[in-house]
Antibody
């Protein structure tokens, strides 16, 4: 069974870069889609974007100008960069395996999440 | 972007009762809708995909129905571990979006 584990700084200063990694175990990232999502303090869930094993990415238009998702197949991990960070980016960040069946997309499983606070 | 509206925001029920949760989409998503359960301090867990397909290991008391713009998650008889927040998610249009959640709490 695939397991995912997010890691990164819990505190980021405004205007700096929010950088997270997601280590995948129990399966190779060299297949399937892999997504980043976040959940704000008000509990709203937001899809940030995904990367395909080819390296192709798709981003949420609301974040597209500030976000980069990449993958390192040698380490079997994903990365998320968001810059410049603002207080509105304070959230729990999750990585997840994105399942696709034709035009249908859903997320399973999810990592446990990591809380990132953007504050000076 | 497709907006998903969940109702009610909070559902107060007792163990053994039936729970009916609604998710309405701002435009048709065909059958491309998933349901998740989230407990405090945990990540969301997939319950249902493609509107009505239970995920692996999900008990049969959970069922999903609907297509187009109106969807329902039904829990036939609430167990103590079912009190949580439930989210719907549409998976057929970009960007992928989630509803605001329904909290099922103990009455």
């Amino acid at each position: 069974q695939v397991q995912l584990q997010e890691s990164g700084p819990g505190l980021v200063k405004p205007s700096e870069t929010l950088s997270l990694t997601c280590a995948v175990s129990g399966g190779s990232i060299s297949s399937n889609y892999w997504s980043w999502l976040r959940q704000s303090p008000g509990k709203k869930l937001e899809w940030i974007g995904h990367i395909y094993h080819t390296g192709a990415t798709t981003y949420n238009p609301s974040l597209k100008s500030r976000v980069t998702i990449s993958m390192d197949t040698s380490k079997n991990q994903l990365s998320l960069n968001l810059t410049p960070a603002t207080a509105a980016d304070t959230a729990v960040y999750y990585c997840a395996k994105q399942r696709r069946d034709g035009f249908h997309n859903w997320f399973d499983p999810w990592g446990q999440g990591v809380l990132v606070t953007v504050s000076s | 972007e497709i907006v998903l509206t969940q109702s009610p925001a909070t559902l107060s029920l007792s163990p053994g009762e039936r729970a009916t949760l609604s998710c309405r989409a701002s435009q048709s998503v065909s059958s491309s809708l998933a349901w998740y359960q989230q407990k405090p301090g945990q990540a969301p867990r997939l319950l249902i995909s493609d509107a009505s397909s239970r995920a692996t290991g999900i008990p049969s008391r959970f069922s999903g129905s609907g297509s187009g713009t109106d969807f329902t998650l039904t829990i036939s008889s609430l167990e103590p571990e079912d009190f949580a927040v439930y989210y719907c998610q549409q998976g057929g249009n970009w960007p992928l979006t989630f509803g605001g959640g329904t909290k099922v709490e103990t009455k």
